[in-house]
């Protein structure tokens, strides 16, 4: 039970999400700092943007969130624990969408998962997990968590990057494949042409960019992940 009044009592702490963003954040500053010319600033936020590894949990090969004893919480349940929108450890996604929410270090991210074909399994199954519940009651808890393949959400933001993660795992021909059935499949040209909310251009961006053939796997890096052109040519 939550005891600090600070804490919205609907949006409640989302760890697992705070802890994976700040990492990022962290990132990003030591970038900053590094194009400032500021090498100890940037030495010390590149350390902190690996604590995301303090809530990888080895045994599952998902982040995990701890008591307050630092153990990891049990029994645990990936796609349902943490009540409406999983907020009391997630944020409107399960654990499913943040497995793979270290945009910024994808290549760790691989080598925690033990290498690039477990990570492409963990990904497959990604794709294919049942949802675990009839379907009405899966989106009576999680809402948000909508356009499914598998537990994929086509349909929000922490989502978008993941079909790209094959790239990783040398595997791009899936990558390639999955774009192509996620954006055939959830952004037709008719009444239910978008599969969630559009969050400001959110899932524009992601047509747009895969449409196009690349995408921003790590924003603030000035490099994209090439997938599958639909176009011979865009000017």
């Known amino acids: 039970k939550e005891t600090v009044p600070e804490v919205n009592g609907f949006e409640k702490r989302q760890p697992i999400p705070v802890t994976l963003g700040t990492a990022y954040d962290q990132w990003c500053l030591s970038r900053i700092a590094a194009a400032l010319n500021k090498k100890d600033e940037s030495e010390y936020y590149l350390k902190c943007s690996y604590n995301y590894r303090n809530v990888f949990n080895p045994q599952t090969s998902f982040f995990h969130p701890k008591d307050k004893n630092g ?24 654990g499913w969408t943040y497995r793979w929410d270290v ?77 192509r059935d996620l954006v ?20 524009s ?12 796997v790590t924003p603030g890096s000035p490099s994209y992940n090439i997938g599958s052109p639909f176009f011979n040519e865009i000017k």
Not at 122 to 151: C, H, I, M
Not at 184 to 203: A, I, K, S, T
Not at 205 to 216: I, Q, R
């Open 71 to 94: 153990n990891f919480i049990e029994p645990f349940d990936y796609r349902f624990s943490g009540g409406i929108g999983a907020r009391d450890y997630y944020a409107e996604n399960n």
């Open 103 to 179: 945009q910024h270090n994808i290549g760790d991210l691989v080598n925690l998962m033990g290498g690039a074909e477990k990570f492409s399994e963990n990904l497959d199954q990604t794709f294919s997990e049942w949802l675990g519940r009839n379907k009405y009651e899966f989106y009576a808890q999680l809402p948000d968590q909508t356009g499914n393949v598998g537990q994929f959400s086509m349909a929000n933001e922490p989502s978008l990057h993941i079909p790209y993660l094959y790239n990783y795992a040398g595997k791009p021909w899936k990558t390639q494949k999955r774009i």
């Open 184 to 203: 055939h499949q959830w952004f037709r040209n008719d009444v239910m042409g978008v599969p969630g909310d559009e969050d400001g251009g959110g899932l």
């Open 205 to 216: 961006s992601f047509v747009v960019f895969s449409m196009m053939g690349f995408y921003p």
